[in-house]
C-alpha cells in the first residue's frame, strides 16, 4: 500500500484491547493518556452527561406521571454519548437510534423537541436547519444503511472534511442491516464510523444471546476495516477512540480503510423503555455492578482531583440544569396539540387528490362532531 | 428527432439521457455496470459515465436500497436496480420503513427521492419468483409512487419524470415487453407526468382498466371485439397516486368496466378501481365491475404460467360477461 496519512496508534490495536484512561474510581490509568480538550470543554462535557442523566430522570417521572408515552431511558450511557458525540465536528453527520437524547442534545435538537417527539408529536423530529443530525429511527439497525449511503454520496460529491457516526446498540449487529451496510462500506471506503453502543441487553436478549464471536469489535475485520472496543463509560476513552475514528474516516489518504466499528462495552442501568420491567430478565447485583462504573462520579473525581472542578460549580451547574430541563419540560407540556391536518402535509411534496379528500373529510367530521367526540380520554 | 426503440432501450436512453444532464443521477445495483444489467438496461453507461456514477454494488438489496436513501438524502438521485422484482424483499423494510417514511417522519427535513427500478410480471418462462406483479404492496404504503410503464415512448418519459420527482418512486418495467415491439422515442430528455392515465383506445361501451404487459392484449381483444362491442382502453401508468379522475370520467361515459390485471385478485388494484367507481358514479353503472386478473396462487413455474396470466381468451370472456349483463 502507498505511503500515506498513517492510520491514529489509538486504533492500531487487537479488537478485544479495550481503550481505557479512567478507572473505576475516576483516576488516570496507568500510560493512558488524557485527550486534548480544554478545560472548559471537560467540564462542559461533565454538564452534558450530568444534563442527561437528569433529563433522563425526569423523562420516566413524566411517564410514569402520564405525561409522557412510553420511552427509552439513557442512564449508564451518557459518556458513550456525550463522549462520542463530543468528537464530532459541527460538519460531521450523527446517525441516530432512538436512545440517544444525550448525543441529539450536543448535535443540536433541543430537549423540548425530544419531549415533543416522546410525547407523541412529531415536530419533535424535525431537525433544525444547519444541524447535521439525522432523525430518530425505530427499527433496529435499519439506519446504518443510511448512515453508509449519507457518507458514500459525501465521498462521491468529492468532500473530505465530513465523517458520518452512526448508533446502534447490541442486538442490531445480529441484523441483516448492520451486515450490509458495513459491508458496503468496505468495499466503497465511505468515511463512516459505526458506533455499537453495546448495554448488554438487547430488551431482555443478554449480548452473549446475540453472537458467539468474543467481541462484537471484531466483525468490523470481516469487512475489511478496524474495529477497537472501548469502555463505554469512561467518556475520556469514547471522546479519544471517536475524534481517532473520525480523523481516520477524514483521511482519503491514510494508509488503511476510512471506515471504523467502535464497539463502546457500557450498561443500561433502567429498563429499555417505560414499558419494560428489566428485573423479569436481570439480577440487581449485576446492575449494582455495573453502577460501580457510573460514568458521572468517574468524571466528576477526575475533574475534581485535577482542579478543573470543585464543590461550588457543581452546585452552580446542577441547579443550572435543574432549570433547564424544567424549562423545556414546560414548553413541550404547553405546546398545543397539532392540528390534524398536518398528518396530510408530509407524506409526499405535493399532497395526493385523495389525501386532500381525506382531509376534507376529516375537517368536515371535526366540525359536525367536534374533537370531544374523536379523542379517547 | 426519434429513434425507434424497445422498452428495454428506452429505459436505457432516459437513463442516459438524464445522466448526461444531471451530475447528481446515479446507477447501481447488481451487474449494472461492465455488464449492462442482465436485462442490458443500463448498456455502455459504465463506459460512458464511470464507475462513480454507474456502481456494480455487493449482492444486497436491502444494502442497496437503503444505502440510496442516505444519497438520497445527501442530494444525489440514486437510481438503484433491483434485478428482478420478486428479489425486491430484502429490499422490502428499507423501501417502507424508510424511503416511503422519511420526509413525513422527519416532517420535511429529509427526504428520499429516489428511483427503485426492477423488471417485473410473468411470461418470459423464467424461474420462480421471477414473474411476480407485486404493484399492489407498494401502492398500498403512503409515501411512495408507483409507475408501470407499457410503451417506449413513455417508459422514457415516465422514467425521467420519476427521476426529476420530489419522492421516491418504484418504477416496475412489464419485461415481457422489454423487446417485443418499438416506437419512436425522442432524443434528449422530456417528462411524461406521474399520475395521469393515457386513453389508449376511446369507445363508448365499455372501459378497460389497465397497465404494463396487460395492456397491449386488452387493445389487441378491443380490436377483435370491435364489431360488437366499443371499447375504451385506459392504461393507468401511474398506479400510485392513481388517476381517478381520468377513471371515473371514462365511466361515466361507458356505464361498465372491467379490469385487467396480471397480480391475484384478492386485495389487487382492480378491488380498488372497482370500489371508487361505486363511491365516485354508483347511478351511471349498468353492470358489475369485472375483474380479470391473476388467480389467488403462487405464480406458477412457466409450465402453467399461460393458465394463470389473463391472456386473449379471458380477457374476451371477462368483457363480454360486463358488457352482456
Same mark, same amino acid.
Given at each position: 500500500m ?17 481503550i481505557?484512561?479512567?478507572?473505576d474510581d475516576?483516576s488516570?490509568?496507568?500510560g493512558?493518556?488524557?485527550?486534548? *480538550?480544554?478545560?472548559?470543554r471537560l ?9 442527561a442523566?437528569?433529563?433522563d430522570?425526569?423523562a420516566?417521572?413524566l411517564?410514569r ?5 412510553t420511552?427509552p431511558?439513557l442512564?449508564?450511557?451518557?459518556a458513550a454519548?456525550i ?5 464530532l465536528g459541527e460538519? +460531521? ?6 436512545r440517544e ?5 450536543v448535535?443540536?435538537l433541543?430537549?423540548?423537541?425530544t *419531549? ?6 412529531e415536530q419533535?423530529n ?5 444541524s447535521?443530525l ?11 444503511p443510511?448512515a453508509?449511503g449519507?457518507?458514500? $454520496?459525501s465521498?462521491l460529491?468529492d468532500e ?5 457516526l452512526?448508533?446502534?446498540? +447490541?442486538? $442490531?449487529?445480529?441484523?441483516?442491516d448492520?451486515?450490509e ?10 468515511p ?9 441487553w438487547?430488551?431482555s ?5 446475540q453472537?458467539?464471536a468474543?467481541?462484537l ?7 475489511g ?12 476513552a ?5 475524534e481517532?475514528?473520525?480523523e481516520? $474516516?477524514k483521511?482519503? +489518504? ?24 428489566p428485573?423479569?430478565?436481570?439480577d440487581?447485583?449485576e446492575?449494582?455492578?455495573w453502577?460501580?462504573?457510573d460514568p458521572?462520579?468517574?468524571?466528576e ?7 478543573r ?7 452552580a451547574i446542577e ?8 424549562t ?7 405546546e ?20 386532500a379528500?381525506?382531509?376534507d373529510?376529516?375537517? $368536515? ?13 | 428527432m ?6 428495454v =432501450? ?5 437513463l442516459?439521457?438524464? @445522466? ?7 446507477v447501481?445495483?447488481e451487474?449494472?455496470?461492465a455488464?449492462?444489467g ?9 463506459? #460512458?459515465?464511470g464507475e ?18 442516505? @444519497? ?5 438521485k ?5 434485478q ?5 424483499? !430484502?429490499?422490502?423494510?428499507q423501501?417502507i ?5 422519511l ?11 429516489l428511483?427503485?427500478?426492477?423488471? @417485473?410480471g410473468?411470461g418470459?418462462?423464467?424461474?420462480e419468483?421471477h414473474s411476480?406483479?407485486?404493484e399492489?404492496f ?10 408501470i ?10 422514467l425521467i ?15 415481457k ?14 417528462e ?6 393515457a386513453v389508449?383506445?376511446?369507445g363508448a361501451d365499455l372501459?378497460?382498466?389497465?397497465w404494463?404487459? @396487460?395492456?397491449?392484449?386488452t ?5 377483435t371485439l ?8 385506459v392504461?393507468l ?12 370520467e371514462?365511466f ?10 396480471e397480480a !391475484?385478485?384478492?386485495?389487487?388494484l ?8 361505486q ?5 351511471? =353503472? #349498468?353492470? !358489475?365491475?369485472e375483474?380479470?386478473t391473476?388467480f389467488d396462487? =403462487? ?10 396470466l389473463?391472456e386473449?381468451?379471458?380477457? #374476451?370472456?371477462?368483457?363480454?360477461e360486463?358488457?352482456?349483463?
Amino acid at each position: 500500500m502507498a505511503a500515506g496519512v498513517p492510520v491514529p496508534e489509538l486504533l492500531d490495536r487487537d479488537p478485544g484491547d479495550r481503550i481505557q484512561v479512567l478507572d473505576d474510581d475516576g483516576s488516570v490509568r496507568e500510560g493512558a493518556t488524557v485527550p486534548d *480538550l480544554a478545560d472548559d470543554r471537560l467540564v462542559e462535557l461533565y454538564r452534558y452527561m450530568k444534563l442527561a442523566r437528569r433529563f433522563d430522570q425526569r423523562a420516566v417521572s413524566l411517564q410514569r406521571q402520564g405525561r409522557m408515552g412510553t420511552y427509552p431511558p439513557l442512564s449508564g450511557q451518557e459518556a458513550a454519548q456525550i463522549g462520542s458525540a463530543f468528537a464530532l465536528g459541527e460538519e +460531521d453527520w450523527l446517525v441516530p437510534s432512538y436512545r440517544e437524547h444525550g448525543a441529539a442534545l450536543v448535535k443540536g435538537l433541543s430537549l423540548k423537541q425530544t *419531549l415533543l417527539y416522546w410525547m407523541g408529536n412529531e415536530q419533535g423530529n424535525r431537525v433544525p436547519e444547519g444541524s447535521n443530525l439525522f432523525t430518530v429511527s425505530v427499527p433496529i439497525a435499519t439506519q446504518i444503511p443510511h448512515a453508509t449511503g449519507l457518507a458514500w $454520496a459525501s465521498k462521491l460529491k468529492d468532500e473530505s472534511e465530513t465523517a458520518f457516526l452512526v448508533y446502534f446498540g +447490541d442486538g $442490531a449487529t445480529s441484523e441483516g442491516d448492520f451486515h450490509e451496510g458495513m459491508n458496503f462500506a468496505g468495499v466503497f471506503d465511505t468515511p463512516n464510523v459505526f458506533f455499537c453502543n453495546n448495554n448488554q441487553w438487547a430488551i431482555s436478549v443478554p449480548r452473549e444471546r446475540q453472537t458467539a464471536a468474543e467481541t462484537l469489535a471484531q466483525k468490523a475485520q470481516a469487512y475489511g476495516f478496524r474495529g477497537v472496543q472501548v469502555d463505554g463509560m469512561d467518556p475520556l476513552a469514547v471522546y479519544a477512540a471517536t475524534e481517532a475514528a473520525v480523523e481516520q $474516516a477524514k483521511s482519503p +489518504d491514510a494508509e488503511g480503510p476510512r471506515p471504523t466499528m467502535i464497539e463502546a462495552v457500557q450498561y443500561r442501568f433502567g429498563a429499555h423503555t417505560t414499558a419494560d420491567d428489566p428485573s423479569v430478565y436481570r439480577d440487581e447485583d449485576e446492575v449494582e455492578r455495573w453502577k460501580q462504573k457510573d460514568p458521572i462520579p468517574r468524571l466528576e473525581t477526575f475533574l475534581l482531583e485535577t482542579g478543573r472542578l470543585d464543590e461550588e460549580r457543581i452546585e452552580a451547574i446542577e441547579d443550572d440544569i435543574e432549570e433547564q430541563i424544567a424549562t423545556a419540560i414546560d414548553e413541550a407540556e404547553s405546546e398545543p396539540r397539532p392540528e390534524p391536518p398536518e398528518m396530510f402535509e408530509y407524506t409526499y411534496a405535493e399532497q395526493t387528490p385523495r389525501q386532500a379528500e381525506q382531509q376534507d373529510y376529516l375537517e $368536515a367530521i371535526r366540525e359536525r362532531f367536534g374533537d370531544d367526540a374523536i379523542l379517547e380520554d | 428527432m426519434a429513434e425507434s426503440l424497445t422498452l428495454v =432501450q428506452a429505459v436505457r436512453d432516459g437513463l442516459h439521457d438524464k @445522466m448526461a444532464e444531471d451530475d447528481a443521477v446515479i446507477v447501481m445495483g447488481e451487474d449494472v455496470g461492465a455488464n449492462g444489467g442482465v436485462f442490458r438496461a443500463t448498456e455502455g453507461l459504465y463506459d #460512458e459515465f464511470g464507475e462513480d456514477r454507474v456502481i456494480d454494488t455487493p449482492l444486497s438489496e436491502s444494502g442497496i436500497v437503503g444505502t440510496a436513501i442516505g @444519497m438520497a438524502a445527501y442530494g444525489l438521485k440514486p437510481v438503484p436496480e433491483i434485478q428482478f422484482s420478486g428479489f425486491m424483499y !430484502p429490499g422490502f423494510d428499507q423501501l417502507i420503513s424508510h424511503a416511503a417514511r422519511l420526509r413525513n417522519r422527519s416532517r420535511g427535513r429529509f427526504s428520499a427521492p429516489l428511483v427503485l427500478r426492477a423488471p @417485473m410480471g410473468g411470461g418470459i418462462r423464467a424461474p420462480e419468483l421471477h414473474s411476480e406483479s407485486k404493484e399492489a404492496f407498494y401502492s398500498h404504503e403512503p409515501g411512495l409512487k408507483v409507475v408501470i410503464p407499457s410503451t417506449p415512448h413513455d417508459t422514457k418519459g415516465l422514467l425521467i419524470a420519476a427521476i426529476d420527482d420530489p419522492d421516491p418512486v418504484v418504477f416496475l418495467e412489464p419485461k415481457k415487453i422489454y423487446r417485443s415491439f418499438r416506437e419512436d422515442v425522442p432524443d434528449g430528455t422530456y417528462e411524461v407526468p406521474l399520475g395521469e392515465a393515457a386513453v389508449r383506445r376511446e369507445g363508448a361501451d365499455l372501459s378497460v382498466f389497465t397497465w404494463g404487459a @396487460m395492456t397491449r392484449p386488452t387493445l389487441a381483444a378491443a380490436e377483435t371485439l370491435a364489431d360488437e362491442i366499443d371499447l375504451e382502453v385506459v392504461d393507468l401508468r401511474t398506479l400510485s397516486p392513481i388517476d381517478w379522475d381520468t377513471i371515473v370520467e371514462s365511466f361515466k361515459k361507458t356505464g361498465r368496466a372491467a379490469v385487467v390485471h396480471e397480480a !391475484p385478485k384478492t386485495g389487487g388494484l382492480g378491488a380498488e378501481i372497482a370500489a371508487t367507481i361505486q363511491e365516485e358514479a354508483l347511478l351511471y =353503472q #349498468e353492470a !358489475p365491475v369485472e375483474r380479470i386478473t391473476g388467480f389467488d396462487v =403462487q405464480y406458477p413455474l412457466y409450465a402453467l404460467e399461460d393458465y394463470y396470466l389473463p391472456e386473449a381468451a379471458r380477457v #374476451e370472456a371477462g368483457i363480454r360477461e360486463a358488457f352482456e349483463f
